[in-house]
Each structure stands twice: as C-alpha cells, then as structure tokens.
C-alpha cells in the first residue's frame, strides 16, 4: 500500500510560482509512475504531468505544458511540481497519485491518490 501527502498549496498572484511536494511511503516507491492531477470547483479532474519511475520520461497537458515541471527524487521517495507563470485558470485542488504504468496517468487513472492541496491564483 501505498500512501501519498501532498504539500505545497497555497494562494500566489497570476505570474507567480509555486512548488508541490508529494512524499510517498513504502519501499518500492521508484516502481511507480507518479502524476499530478487537478480539480477546478465544477469541473472534472484533470490530468497536469506524470513522470515514470525513474525520471527518465515526463508528460504534460497543453493547458500546462512550458508552465510547470514535474520531477522526483526517489531517494527521498517524494515527488515535485513546480508550476511556473500561474494563471487564475490553474486554480484547482491538485491530487498526486501512482500508478504501477505511467500509459493510465495520462487517462486519469491510478492505483494510489493523495487527499489533495488547494491553489488559489488571484488576478
């Protein structure tokens, strides 16, 4: 089993940055693919970045794609999302999640979700 906490939120002005951290427990964290994810009041969620176990590959969203980096340190079993250039739009609980294959992150499934943090962006 594993369990995911995610930190980091928080409410910045559009143009600003911030950076989630997602640590992990168990063993076999550098076996999973991680994303992020992210729901807006109203909407359904949606998939933001995934990287596989290694590091060695990421995807992203159009919607985010340039804006924010996804990376990890396995050493540490956590997993980061830099977002830069924010904009209103991305306000959003943001979810990290793992999963077994990094293919179903890019289709919003996973094995294991976090509880989620809040991102406010003002304009």
């Known amino acids: 089993q594993v369990q995911l906490v995610e930190s980091g939120g928080g409410a910045v002005q559009a143009g600003g940055s911030l950076r989630l951290s997602c640590a992990a427990s168990?063993?076999?964290?550098?076996?999973?693919?991680m994303g992020w994810f992210r729901q807006a009041p109203g909407k359904e969620r949606e998939f933001a970045a995934a990287?596989?176990?290694?590091?060695?590959?990421?995807y992203y969203a159009d919607s985010v794609k340039g804006r924010f980096t996804i990376s990890r340190d396995n050493a540490k079993n956590t997993v980061y999302l830099q977002m830069n250039s924010l904009k209103p739009e991305d306000t959003a609980v943001y979810y990290c999640?793992?999963?077994?294959?990094?293919?179903?992150?890019?289709?919003?499934?996973?094995?294991?979700w976090g509880q989620g943090t809040q991102v406010t962006v003002s304009s």
């Open positions: 990287i596989t176990g290694s590091g060695g590959s990421t």
């Open positions: 999640a793992a999963a077994s294959n990094f293919i179903p992150l890019r289709h919003n499934i996973a094995d294991h």
């Open positions: 168990g063993r076999r964290f550098s076996s999973y693919a």
